[in-house]
C-alpha cells in the first residue's frame, strides 16, 4: 500500500506545490450566476473538479459549505472527493474535527475508512482537546495510507490566544504539536502521514518547523492577504513537504473552467519559484 506521504509527495514533485479549496461561499455561488441551492452548489462543485482535479495536486473541499445543505449536501460532497480522487487530486477534506478519543473513533471511520463514502486521503483536525484525543484518526491513517492535519498555528488572527500560549515545558502549544506530530512521523519515508496547519499569514515561529519529517498545510494565501513570498518567509527557500492552499482567489476566475486554470497555474509558479 502506498503511504500517505508517497502520495502526496508524487503529487506536488509533478503537479507543483498547490492545494486549491473548494469552498462554496454563498457569495462565490452569486457571483458565478448561480443560485445558493444544491443545484447551485452541484454545478460549482463539478466545475471546481472539472477544472483542477486533473492538474492540481491537491485539492481541499471545505465540509461546512456542504454540510450546509443537508444531506443533498453531503452526497455532492461524496461525489467530490471520488471524482477528484479518480482525476489523481490528492483531496484533504476540510472539517477540522476534534472530540474525545471515543468520539474520535466514529470521525476516523466517516473519513479515514476506504469502506466509507467520504472517504478522503487526508482529514484536517482539531487537537485542542489534546493531541492524543486524536489517537483513532492517527491509527486509521496509518492502517490505510491516509494522513491527518492538524492545527498549529491557525491563520486567523484569534489562534494566537491559544496557539502561542506557553505551557509548563517553556514551548507553546503549537511547538508542542509540531513535536507530538513529529514523534509519530520518526522514521517514515519520504514523510510520515502526521501534517501540520501552518497559516501563510502568522509570525514567523521562533521554533524548528524542519524537525516535522510531515506535510504542512499552508492557508491564507491570495484572500486572506499571504503570498508566496510569506511561505518561504516562513519555511525557508529549500523548505519542501509544505503545501500553499488558496481557495477564494482562484474560485472567484470561475465560472470560466479556463478561469480556473490559469489562476492555479499562476499560483503555482509563484509558489514553486519561492520554494526552489
Ligand atoms: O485547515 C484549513 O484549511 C484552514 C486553516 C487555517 O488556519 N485557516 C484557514 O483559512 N483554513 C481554511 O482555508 C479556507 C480559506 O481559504 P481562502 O478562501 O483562501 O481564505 C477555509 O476553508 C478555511 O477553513
Avoid at 498547490?18 to 460549482?44: K, M, R, T
Avoid at 491513517?141 to 489562534?159: H, I
Avoid at 491559544?162 to 513535536?179: D, I, N, P, T, W
Wanted: glycine share 12%; net charge negative; aromatic share 6%.
Amino acid at each position: 500500500m502506498e503511504t500517505f506521504g508517497a502520495r502526496l509527495r508524487t503529487a506536488l514533485d509533478t503537479r507543483g506545490p498547490l492545494c486549491a479549496g473548494i469552498d462554496p461561499h454563498a457569495s462565490l455561488l452569486a457571483q458565478w450566476g448561480l443560485d445558493d441551492d444544491v443545484a447551485g452548489l452541484e454545478q460549482f462543485s463539478y466545475t471546481v473538479v472539472e477544472a483542477l482535479a486533473d492538474r492540481v495536486a491537491v485539492l481541499k473541499p471545505q465540509s461546512a459549505f456542504f454540510e450546509r445543505f443537508g444531506s443533498r449536501g453531503i452526497a455532492v460532497l461524496e461525489r467530490v472527493v471520488a471524482d477528484a480522487r479518480s482525476a489523481g487530486a490528492v483531496v484533504i477534506m476540510d472539517a477540522k474535527r476534534g472530540d474525545i478519543g471515543s468520539t474520535v473513533a466514529a470521525y476516523a471511520d466517516a473519513y479515514l475508512d476506504p469502506a466509507s463514502p467520504l472517504f478522503s486521503d487526508a482529514l484536517t483536525a482539531s487537537p485542542y482537546l489534546g493531541f492524543g484525543s486524536l489517537e483513532p484518526l492517527y491509527a486509521l491513517a496509518e492502517k490505510n495510507g491516509a494522513g491527518v492535519f492538524v492545527l498549529g498555528l491557525t491563520s486567523n488572527p484569534e489562534g494566537a490566544q491559544v496557539q502561542s500560549a506557553v505551557g509548563a515545558s517553556g514551548r507553546s502549544v503549537a511547538e508542542e504539536m509540531v513535536m507530538a506530530a513529529a514523534e509519530r512521523n520518526a522514521g517514515a519515508s519520504p514523510m510520515g502521514p502526521i501534517g501540520v496547519v501552518v497559516g501563510g499569514t502568522v509570525a514567523t515561529p521562533d521554533f524548528d518547523l524542519g524537525r516535522l519529517n510531515g506535510p504542512y498545510l499552508v492557508p491564507g494565501i491570495g484572500a486572506q492577504g499571504a503570498t508566496a513570498a510569506d511561505v518561504r518567509r516562513i519555511f525557508g527557500a529549500g523548505a519542501r513537504n509544505v503545501v500553499p492552499s488558496s481557495s477564494r482567489e482562484i474560485l472567484r476566475e470561475g465560472p470560466s473552467v479556463a478561469g480556473l486554470r490559469n489562476a492555479a497555474a499562476r499560483t503555482v509558479e509563484e509558489l514553486a519559484g519561492m520554494l526552489d
